[in-house]
């Protein structure tokens, strides 16, 4: 089965700092995607990858910016956090191309104080 | 814009019931219709419609998808305390070809 891994269950940070949320899949994907999920707004994209170091924004990119070094890892940053961007973020990826199969990590509950 | 709406929003149901549960799309380059389960953590994909397969059956779920109406229906029958869930529903194809997620519809099955 395919496992997309993020590294942290839980994460805690204070407003201003700089936050790195990293995103591991095993199973040679191309696609990488970051979204985030908030009560009554559904899944929204924030960045995805179709290959080692390109991005392409998503929907709501600003305050968020990514790195993809390595195949395996999509990188989600937080340049100076703020509190409204507290939020469950999960992190996917699709062998083929966009508006296929979507394989998700467990997801970070990121809480901003 | 591209946009997906389920409906309802939420639905509280009793052991045994059969849920329907709702899709709409407006989208400007249809590619895929998918329906997904999230529990406590991570989204399960469940099924992927296309307009070469626009039914798809797995045990007690079965989906449709109407093109004709830009919609698509996820059927739960004899439903159980287990699919107490987010049913998201993405579609793919549009601007970018990326998914577009609906916001979800909770169902709790009560015992």
């Known amino acids: 089965d395919v496992k997309v891994t993020q590294s942290s269950r839980y994460l805690v940070k204070r407003t201003g700092e700089k936050v790195f949320l990293e995103c591991v899949q095993d199973?040679?994907?191309?696609?990488m995607f970051w979204y985030r999920q908030d009560p009554g707004l559904g899944l929204r994209l924030i960045y995805f990858?179709?290959?080692?170091?390109?991005?392409e924004k998503g929907d709501i990119p600003e305050g968020y910016s990514v790195s993809r070094e390595k195949k395996e890892r999509f990188s989600l940053i937080l340049e100076s956090a703020s509190t409204n961007q507290t939020s469950m973020y999960l992190c996917?990826?699709?062998?083929?191309?966009?508006?296929?199969?979507?394989?998700f990590g467990s997801g970070t509950q990121l809480s901003v104080l | 814009e591209d946009k997906v709406v389920q409906s309802p929003l939420s639905l509280v149901v009793h052991e045994g019931d059969t849920v329907t549960l709702n899709c709409s799309y407006e989208?400007?380059?249809?590619?895929?219709l998918l329906w997904y389960k999230q529990e406590k953590k991570a989204p399960t994909f469940l099924f992927m419609l296309?307009?070469?397969?626009i039914e798809k059956k797995s045990g007690r779920l079965s989906s449709i998808l109407d093109k004709k109406e830009l919609s698509s229906i996820l059927n739960i029958t004899a439903t159980q305390t287990g699919d107490s869930a987010i049913y998201l529903c993405?579609?793919?194809?549009?601007?970018?070809?990326?998914?577009?997620f609906g916001k979800g519809i909770t169902l709790s099955v009560r015992p």
């Open positions: 199973m040679d994907h191309e696609n």
């Open positions: 989208v400007t380059n249809f590619r895929s």
């Open positions: 296309t307009s070469s397969g």
């Open positions: 993405a579609y793919g194809g549009g601007a970018n070809s990326k998914l577009t």
């Open positions: 996917a990826s699709s062998l083929e191309g966009v508006g296929e199969k979507l394989f």
């Open positions: 990858s179709y290959d080692v170091k390109m991005k």
